[in-house]
C-alpha cells in the first residue's frame, strides 16, 4: 500500500524558514506529480507548489520568490523549503502525488496525512 509520509512542520516566527519533506512509500511504478497544497482554517485547500516531470515547477502567486519547491526521483521524495514566512502561510500543509501503480493505466491522487505550519507575527 502507498503512503505519503510528511515531516517538517512546526512554529516559527513571521521572516523565518520551514524545510517541509514527504516521502512515497510502497511498490509503484512511476511518479507522475508531487508537490504541496495547503489549507487555512475557514478556507478552501489551495496549491501551493507542484513539479511534474521535468517540467517547471509551478507555484501560488502568493508564494513566489519565498518558497521553493524540490524532488528526488530516486528517494520518491519532494520537499517544500519556505522562507520569508508571512502569518499568511499558517495552514496544514499536505503532500500531494500523482502515482502510477503496477498494474494500473492511470496515475492516481495521493495525499498526505498533513502536517501543521503556524507563522506567529
Known amino acids: 500500500q502507498v503512503q505519503l509520509v510528511e515531516s517538517g512542520g512546526g512554529l516559527v516566527q513571521a521572516g523565518g524558514s520551514l524545510r517541509l519533506s514527504c516521502t512515497a512509500s510502497?511498490?509503484?511504478?512511476?511518479?507522475?506529480?508531487m508537490g504541496w497544497y495547503r489549507q487555512a482554517p475557514g478556507k478552501q485547500r489551495e496549491l501551493v507548489a507542484t513539479?511534474?516531470?521535468?517540467?517547471?515547477?509551478n507555484y501560488a502567486d502568493s508564494v513566489k520568490g519565498r518558497f521553493t519547491v524540490s524532488r528526488d526521483n530516486a528517494k520518491k521524495a519532494v520537499y517544500l523549503q519556505m522562507a520569508s514566512l508571512k502569518p499568511e502561510d499558517t495552514a496544514v500543509y499536505y503532500c500531494y502525488a500523482g502515482l502510477l501503480l503496477f498494474g494500473r493505466i492511470y496515475a492516481e491522487d495521493y495525499w498526505g496525512q498533513g502536517t501543521q505550519v503556524t507563522v506567529s507575527s
Open positions: 510502497g511498490s509503484l511504478f512511476s511518479i507522475v506529480a
Open positions: 513539479v511534474r516531470g521535468a517540467e517547471t515547477p
